[in-house]
């Protein structure tokens, strides 16, 4: 749990000796509660109270990596339960599960690791696969990892076997190198688990059965005391209720109430018969409150999904997802072609550029400062109005390059239309659709005509 200012105070030195730049040792105390300062600030901080003091301003839900390199991926370190209250940190890694005894299992390690789509402007992946062990022994389940391994380079791995001799014999094959996350460790097993996570510094998923939240801080404090710290939750629940339950649980447990044993990330298995089962399952747990999801089908389509409603949780509600504010050329523009205006929100921009690249006709677009809020948004705010359209095309020069006066803005903002045109005099204005699916068809039969 947080400390408060007096609390940090009373393992100060209380000299008030000014050197951290505080005039007082509680003045200090109370930015450091505020996390608006650092607690090396002060030289003369005891042992004692630097450890008591580092152990309360710890995240309470513990930052772990999984992998190296370009894709490693971080998970945990979240700090509300509801996005609104501010934002969600470290987006769910998106894993595919192969047995190691698939025979297609290097086709479907190369494929989770090339799967991968742009969605406003980004580069939307998977992030990992897990190798599920499924009979044979400790070597032929090294082997399968290596197999995956060249199939998909750079891609995280997660060592899914409760076998310490085969976990340690697919580390020990090279895996080692890139931090692959062992998962596996349970009541029965923790000691050999806990022993081959910490020889080759892995993090490691400690599970329960059947949502036994308890048997998990047990087994959270026995794996800590063996020396590995970097742990992931495995409730072992197998339904949409006993996850959710489980999940909101131990989200809850670590912010709320401060349980250091739980103050870790989850990891979800969202296997289930069909895709669809799992796409439902998988939803859930990337809104609450899973840091690593595991799906067997990896059907494009539920990906697709699952990749899209990810992003648009962990994206900051306060900031905008903006391009940059300029003129777009949609197409090889001539002199003659549409000018459109729209706003600097990323959806915008691409629903709109998309769809007047998918008409065929090349068009000018020019994206206005909007603070990257969409038309209506900006128009409710006051920040798209006449003054800042006419701003935006005085200030792009854009006159000078067409051979028309001819200005389309969003039919979302009509009502605009005059004053526009007592701002920008000899232009014409012109009432674009009021959505960016009917651009293709407005720009073939009205601006023709205009
Ligand atoms: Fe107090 Fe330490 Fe700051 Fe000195 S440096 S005023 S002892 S908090």
């Not at 025979?103 to 789509?117: C, I, R, T, V």
Request: aromatic content about 6%.
């Amino acid at each position: 749990m947080a400390l408060t200012g007096l609390q940090i105070y009373k393992l100060l030195p209380q000299t008030n000796c000014k050197e951290c730049g505080f005039p007082t040792c509680l003045a200090f105390a109370m930015k450091l509660a505020q996390k608006g300062t650092e607690l090396e600030k002060c030289p003369y901080v005891s042992e004692d109270a630097k450890t008591a003091l580092d152990a309360a301003s710890a995240p309470p839900i513990k930052l772990v990596t999984v992998g190296s390199g370009e894709r490693a991926f971080e998970i945990g370190n979240e700090t509300v339960l509801f996005r609104h209250e501010k934002t969600f940190y470290h987006q769910p890694g998106l894993v595919v599960r192969v047995k190691s005894d698939d025979p297609q299992l290097a086709e479907k390690a190369a494929s989770a690791a090339a799967y991968g789509l742009e969605r406003v402007g980004m580069q939307l992946r998977l992030d990992g696969l897990a190798v599920q062990q499924s009979g044979g022994d400790a070597a032929a389940y090294a082997a399968a990892v290596a197999a995956a391994r060249a199939a998909a380079p750079g891609l995280p791995i997660i060592l899914a076997t409760g076998d310490a001799a085969a976990a340690d014999a697919a580390l020990a094959g090279g895996a080692a190198a890139e931090k692959p996350l062992l998962w596996g460790a349970d009541a029965g097993n923790w000691q050999a688990m806990a022993g081959v996570a910490k020889k080759h510094a892995c993090p490691l998923v400690i599970s329960a059965e059947g949502g036994d939240l308890g048997g998990l801080v047990d087994l959270s404090e026995n794996v800590r005391g063996a020396g590995v710290e970097d742990l992931v939750l495995d409730p072992g629940t197998a339904s949409l209720n006993a996850d959710l339950s489980a999940f909101t649980q131990l989200r809850r447990l670590a912010l709320k109430k401060g349980t250091r044993a739980l103050g870790l990330p989850i990891i979800a298995d969202a296997g289930a018969p069909t895709w669809q089962q799992e796409l439902v399952r998988a939803t859930q747990a990337i809104a609450k409150y899973a840091g690593i999801v595991v799906l067997d089908h990896a059907e494009p389509g539920a990906l697709y999904s699952l990749l899209t409603l990810r992003q648009n949780i962990y994206t900051d509600p306060q900031k905008p997802i903006q391009v940059d504010p300029k003129m777009y050329e949609v197409g090889n523009v001539t002199a003659e072609s549409p000018l459109l205006i729209t706003t600097n929100f990323s959806l915008t921009y691409f629903s709109v550029s998309g769809e007047v690249e998918g008409s065929g006709v090349p068009a000018w677009l020019l994206v206005a400062d909007c603070d990257g809020q969409s038309v209506l948004t900006a128009w409710a705010a006051g920040k798209l109005d006449a003054e800042k359209i006419a701003k935006s095309v005085k200030d792009s020069g854009i006159g000078n390059k067409l051979t028309h006066k001819k200005l389309v803005i969003p039919g979302h903002v009509a009502g605009l239309s005059g004053e526009v045109e007592e701002e920008l005099p000899g232009w014409q204005i012109m009432v674009g659709p009021r959505d960016a699916v009917d651009i293709p068809s407005y720009l073939k039969t009205v601006w023709p005509a205009a």
